[in-house]
């Protein structure tokens, strides 16, 4: 690869959206699982807290991966999705899938 093309590679950007320990655990329940709340997320990605769940939903929100709706209810009621960036990545999620069955 030279100069001009590592210049222009988006790995690292896309790194920095989807790497680390939890993005892509929090990625494939809403991909593959559709709209959760908070609880039913932290339940599902076992092993992670509530804080290190609501930054990585602020990271994933702010990345354009996730979508955060409130609705007015008491209590209020909070819903997270996939947004359609997010969605987009679902056949990388199966590529990873059919990776790991052909290695074996």
């Known amino acids: 690869m030279d100069a001009e093309q590592g210049a222009l590679c988006p790995a690292p950007i896309i790194f920095s959206m989807i790497g680390g320990k939890w993005k892509l655990s929090i990625l494939k329940t809403l991909i593959f699982k559709e709209t959760k709340r908070f609880g039913e997320l932290r ?3 076992e092993g992670i807290t509530q ?3 609501t930054k990585q939903l602020r990271e ?3 990345d354009g991966l996730i979508h ?3 609705f007015a209810e008491v209590p209020p009621r909070v819903e997270y999705s996939a947004t359609e960036d997010g969605l ?3 056949p990388v999620f199966e590529a990873m899938h059919q ?3 052909e290695r074996k």
């Open 43 to 45: 339940r599902e990605v």
């Open 51 to 53: 804080t290190m769940l």
């Open 88 to 90: 987009a990545l679902k």
């Open 60 to 62: 994933l929100e702010a």
């Open 99 to 101: 990776w790991w069955l």
């Open 68 to 70: 955060r709706e409130v």
